[in-house]
T-cell receptor, first 116, second 112 residues
Framework: DAGITQSPRHKVTETGTPVTLRCHQT?????MYWYRQDPGHGLRLIHY???????DKGEVSDGYSVSRSKTEDFLLTLESATSSQTSVYFC???????????????FGNGTRLTVT | DQQVKQNSPSLSVQEGRISILNCDYT??????FLWYKKYPAEGPTFLIS?????DKNEDGRFTVFLNKSAKHLSLHIVPSQPGDSAVYFC???????????FGDGTTLTVKP
């Protein structure tokens, strides 16, 4: 398995509080991603990073921010959590050798976040 | 506007028979396609992929077919085994874009 660790694995928080989820990789891959999975919506991209301090928005980025100060760590922050952000969050990494045909995503085991 | 669609939320097949999972896409810029498998409480894992320059790719029991004119791809699993029971996600992307778009997934149940 690709070396990807997500922390925490489970979190319950209250509406309006800030929350930070961490993704740590030991593969030295350049690309890192945050997805959320909700029933009926599959996996939706929140933000991704193509290098240290280089990030871009995905399709559901509102209410989320990210930071990548080191190759191995990609942080997802919910500035003020809302109930609609209750979800399972997956981090993924990719080597991206110029053709993603040869560079599939490797996913962590997810963080289950509940906002009450 | 959902660019990758898996219209069947679920599929049930008998062990030993063929499982066919379907996926449609709308974005003509997609030039690679992947299938992932997901078990409960785990992250998705890569299964098989295909480039737009091919129409078929095979890996053991798994074969992916691509019909570019119809913007349709399918995953065939032959023979199906109970351990194949999982959620299968279709994904598509553009080589230069650096990201993939996923379908909603199809839950496959293989009955012994």
């Amino acid at each position: 398995d690709a070396g990807i660790t997500q922390s925490p694995r489970h979190k319950v928080t209250e509406t309006g509080t800030p929350v930070t989820l961490r993704c740590h990789q030991t593969e030295n891959h350049r690309y890192m991603y945050w997805y959320r999975q909700d029933p009926g919506h599959g996996l939706r991209l929140i933000h991704y990073s193509y290098g240290v301090k280089d990030t871009d928005k995905g399709e559901v980025s509102d209410g989320y921010s990210v930071s990548r100060s080191k190759t191995e760590d990609f942080l997802l922050t919910l500035e003020s959590a809302t109930s609609s952000q209750t979800s399972v969050y997956f981090c993924a990494i990719s080597e991206w050798k110029g053709s993603s045909y040869n560079s599939p995503l490797h996913f962590g085991n997810g963080t289950r976040l509940t906002v009450t | 506007d959902q660019q990758v669609k898996q219209n069947s939320p679920s599929l049930s097949v008998q062990e030993g028979r063929i499982s066919i999972l379907n996926c449609d896409y709308t974005n003509s810029m997609f030039d690679y396609f992947l299938w992932y498998k997901k078990y409960p409480a785990e992250g998705p894992t890569f299964l098989i992929s295909i480039s737009s320059i091919k129409d078929k790719n095979e890996d053991g029991r798994f074969t992916v077919f691509l019909n570019k004119s119809a913007k349709h791809l399918s995953l065939h699993i032959v023979p199906s085994q109970p351990g194949d029971s999982a959620v299968y996600f279709c994904a598509a992307g553009n080589t230069n874009a650096g990201k993939s778009t996923f379908g909603d997934g199809t839950t496959l149940t293989v009955k012994p």
